[in-house]
């Protein structure tokens, strides 16, 4: 925490450095000071000023370093910039940049920023763009660059050490080496310290690993983010179906897929519809429509447990004291259910949970909700009676309850889900407010139940 907080700090001081220069109108200082930060602090500092100077200052950075600053912006910043640029200025920008950055602005930009972008985009490259774009969304074709170097399994290190010298500027990595076949077909994997270590005589087919791990164009995101988890992988080769490498994803890339999963994943559980705008810049009205079709759902939905209330409302009249504690009862199944909901999402997300373990996460749910339930109940019974003053015949309804109540939540927070990947639906949607509308209603019921036994209601 001390170590995010200095680096925060470290922020803060730069940008008001950074500030006074450009509220000085000393450009050149200002330029200065870039020089010596990276692309990712550059573009953060240049994306605060307003488009206007933003622009300004982006055309004083070396032309080695502005395509890299300029994928980095946000899009409205990257549009202000292609707007103010000649139609040279933007052929040499997107020469400069890697094809999945520029397929990432494409995505993001109206249709006339779009239009200008390929029409000073060599043919070549603009066949390649329009490829990547007719990928899914989820899938692996659409996060994957084709600025790969390949080499051939007869080539001498020293030949394929001079490719990598003449390509190697234009890839977007250069550590991980395909070997293919005369038709793309991949056939091996090297790195380049194996290469660099090698006799220049060796073929590169004598140095290869013949057991390369890849995936499919229309794999999902996901699970090309898990490969990268399972194997530290710094890239991973895609092919198509017949095998032929059509690109690779770098690890840069998975951060991204990652980052915008789990915000996916927060966003649902907490009952709204996902969006890829950051909360600061999305409109009141835009924030109301993402929440409100879910809040009128659960609405709707809770009045099944006003239904259960009416039908037991002779029980609460003949025993007032058994209202007071629907409140507990209800806030600890929904807090239990959330508990292990989110526990199994995460493990689904992660893999360590397949939908096959179904009876062992039940089992073990079980014995969780046994232990917390009695634990509850036992201190919830003695509170009841010397604390709250109550007959002891009411907290042993209630004590019996919890212990239920906690049962039923764990067990539906734990088979939502599982029946999500089932269906191949998500399983955040299975999350905290579902969960807790369903385990309420059938609390109630058992509540109902206990007290008109016990009481003889």
């Given at each position: ?132 774009l007719k990928y899914p969304d989820s899938s692996a074709g659409s996060i994957m660059t084709t600025e790969y170097i390949s080499l051939k399994k007869e080539m001498t290190v020293s030949s394929a050490i001079d490719k990598i010298k003449r390509e190697g500027i234009q890839s977007e990595t250069i550590y991980i080496l395909y070997v293919t076949d005369e038709n793309r077909i991949l056939e091996g994997i090297l790195s380049l310290r194996d290469l660099i270590v090698a006799d220049d005589s060796k073929r590169v087919g004598e140095l290869m690993r013949e057991d390369v791990i890849y995936a499919y164009t229309l794999d999902d995101k996901e699970e090309v983010a898990n490969i990268f988890k ?228």
């Open positions: 925490m001390e170590d995010i907080l200095t680096h925060e700090g470290e922020a803060d001081e730069r940008r008001e450095k950074f500030q006074a220069f450009i509220d000085e109108r000393n450009f050149r200082e200002a330029k200065n000071f870039l020089s010596t930060l990276n692309v990712v602090d550059i573009a953060n500092l240049i994306d605060g000023l307003d488009p206007q100077t933003g622009v300004a200052l982006y055309r004083m950075l070396p032309k080695d370093v502005a395509a890299e600053v300029f994928a980095k912006f946000d899009p409205e910043q990257q549009e202000a910039i292609i707007y103010a640029s000649t139609d040279t200025e933007i052929r040499e920008l997107i020469e400069d940049m890697f094809l999945d950055d520029t397929v990432d602005l494409l995505e993001e930009m109206p249709s006339g920023v779009v239009s200008r972008i390929l029409e000073n985009t060599g043919h070549s490259d603009r066949s390649m763009i329009n490829q990547l399972k194997y530290s992988f710094e890239a991973l080769p895609i092919v198509d179906q017949e095998k032929r490498i059509v690109g690779i994803v770098t690890v840069d890339d998975i951060l991204d897929v990652i980052e915008e999963e789990v915000t996916e994943d927060f966003q649902i559980m907490a009952a709204t519809t996902p969006t890829d705008k950051p909360y600061l810049e999305t409109g009141i009205f835009a924030l109301s429509k993402h929440r409100i079709l879910w809040l009128l759902i659960l609405m709707i939905s809770a009045t099944i447990t006003q239904k259960i209330i009416y039908n037991y409302e002779n029980i609460l009249q003949n025993v007032t004291f058994l209202s007071g504690f629907i409140p507990m009862l209800m806030d600890t199944g929904g807090n239990s259910g959330s508990q292990s909901s989110t526990l199994i999402i995460r493990g689904l997300a992660t893999g360590d949970i397949k939908s096959r373990d179904w009876y062992r996460v039940v089992f073990k749910e079980v014995r969780v909700a046994m232990v917390c339930g009695l634990a509850l109940a036992v201190i919830n019974y003695f509170k009841i009676i010397y604390l709250d003053g109550i007959p002891s015949n009411v907290a042993l309804v209630v004590s019996l309850t919890l212990v239920c109540a906690v049962m039923i939540a764990k067990i539906v927070g734990a088979i939502l889900p599982m029946v999500a990947i089932k269906i191949k639906v998500d399983p955040a949607i299975m999350a905290s407010p579902l969960i807790t509308t369903i385990a309420d209603a059938l609390s109630l019921m058992v509540y109902f139940i206990i007290a008109r036994n016990i009481m003889s209601i």
